[in-house]
Antibody, heavy 129, light 107 residues
Framework: EVQLVEVGGGLVQPGGSLRLSCAAS????????MSWVRQAPGKGLEWVAN????????YYVDSVKGRFTISRDNAKNSLYLQMNSLRAEDTAIYYC??????????????????????WGKGTTVTVSS | AIRITQSPSSLSASTGDRVTITCRAS??????LAWYQQQPGKAPKLLIH???TLQSGVPSRFSGAGSGTDFTLTINCLQSEDFATYYC?????????FGGGTSVEIK
């Protein structure tokens, strides 16, 4: 069974740090781009970051650039999100998601673009004093 | 960033109804649009990618159409399990962005 399981959420004070992990199983992890997507309480979905299969390319939404770092360990089938300088507005459920693109021209220019075809159940991050 | 305006933000419908949800992108995204369903308290689930390609296992009562800036998700013969929130997402450029969501509620 294809599965993603996130851990590492919790309550943290503003300015603090947290590291999320996502364990993948049931598919060849090293073959896929991976993303983090978040959802603030009662709000919609926001893509946060993604990472190429070998970790050589990473992209972020502007609101987290310089504060969050996405990484992966293919030997451990794991994805990570290091979150520093946390703010109240980072409070959300954080989902780990597999990137996929089964159509033509997924590579355009020098970039690869994708939708998310497998999602974890999420882990909750609360930033509050 | 490409802004996606989703409408309506909510709608009420009855089992058996046909419903249509619209997404409008702030610029041309060709056919690079996906649709997701999210049940309360659950993770999103991919329904459709590349405007109209049904993900494996998704019932055929779901369909997608459009191109350029205007897209639709149609649910024919609404079932009880279809009452949920639906999101569209563009994968034309970074940052990847979602519409604001449409809540489909029971009338």
């Amino acid at each position: 069974e294809v599965q993603l399981v996130e851990v590492g959420g919790g309550l943290v004070q503003p300015g603090g740090s947290l590291r999320l992990s996502c364990a993948a199983s049931g598919f060849i992890f090293s073959n896929y781009w991976m993303s983090w997507v978040r959802q603030a309480p009662g709000k919609g979905l926001e893509w946060v970051a993604n990472i190429k299969q070998d970790g050589s390319e990473k992209y972020y939404v502007d609101s987290v650039k310089g504060r969050f770092t996405i990484s992966r360990d293919n030997a451990k089938n794991s994805l990570y999100l290091q979150m520093n300088s946390l703010r109240a507005e980072d409070t959300a459920i954080y989902y780990c998601a597999r990137g996929n693109c089964n159509t033509t021209n997924c590579f355009r220019g020098k970039y690869y673009y994708h939708y998310m075809d497998v999602w974890g159940k999420g882990t909750t991050v609360t930033v509050s004093s | 960033a490409i802004r996606i305006t989703q409408s309506p933000s909510s709608l009420s419908a009855s089992t058996g109804d046909r419903v249509t949800i619209t997404c409008r992108a702030s610029q041309n995204i060709s056919s690079y649009l996906a649709w997701y369903q999210q049940q309360p308290g659950k993770a999103p689930k991919l329904l459709i990618h590349t405007t109209s390609t049904l993900q494996s296992g998704v019932p055929s009562r779901f369909s997608g159409a459009g191109s350029g800036t205007d897209f639709t998700l149609t649910i024919n013969c609404l079932q009880s399990e279809d009452f949920a929130t639906y999101y569209c997402q563009q994968f034309y450029t970074y940052p990847l962005t979602f519409g604001g969501g449409t809540s489909v509620e029971i009338k």
